[in-house]
């Protein structure tokens, strides 16, 4: 097997979760790209605090820095596409990617007065896919409640 070969077997299926909140699409992008929003809700799992800066247009960097009991855990990436509110796409470099790059595409499907959230995110080797489905799982169910309380705009 040639080291193309490896690495495409290495590199799997995109991982996918959904959830319908009971929120527009419009508010529901929104917390994405507003840096108070997204460190109040981005805190899957065991994360206690997260800070966020981001520069909201195509082209444009975000860093994403979540604090676990013990550790940082520093996630970066570039804006591809911002089609309010329809779909997101960005990069992410993180510790869980081995800092390569990966791919997440987010879309906002409006279903009456809720929103169906996808978020799927691609080219993450195949020992990423369980943590990278639970911590975008968990980010959901936070963004559910974060618009819940009324957090959103």
Sequence with gaps: ????AIFA???SAAVIVRRTIAATAEDLFDAWLDPEALATWMRPS????????IDPRVGGRY????????ERYPHTGVYRTIDRPRRLVFT?????????????????LPKGERTEV???HELLADGARPSHEKGWSSALETLEQ???KGATR
Aim: hydrophobic fraction near 40%; charge should be negative.
């Design 118 to 120: 996808i978020v799927m």
């Design 9 to 11: 077997a290495e590199v």
């Design 1 to 4: 097997m040639n080291a193309t």
């Design 63 to 70: 860093q994403i820095d979540m604090q676990g009991p013990t």
């Design 146 to 148: 974060f618009h819940r």
């Design 92 to 108: 992410w470099i993180s510790r869980g990617t081995d800092q390569k790059e990966s791919l997440v595409t987010v879309d906002f």
């Design 46 to 53: 065991e994360i206690q605090t997260t800070t966020a800066s």
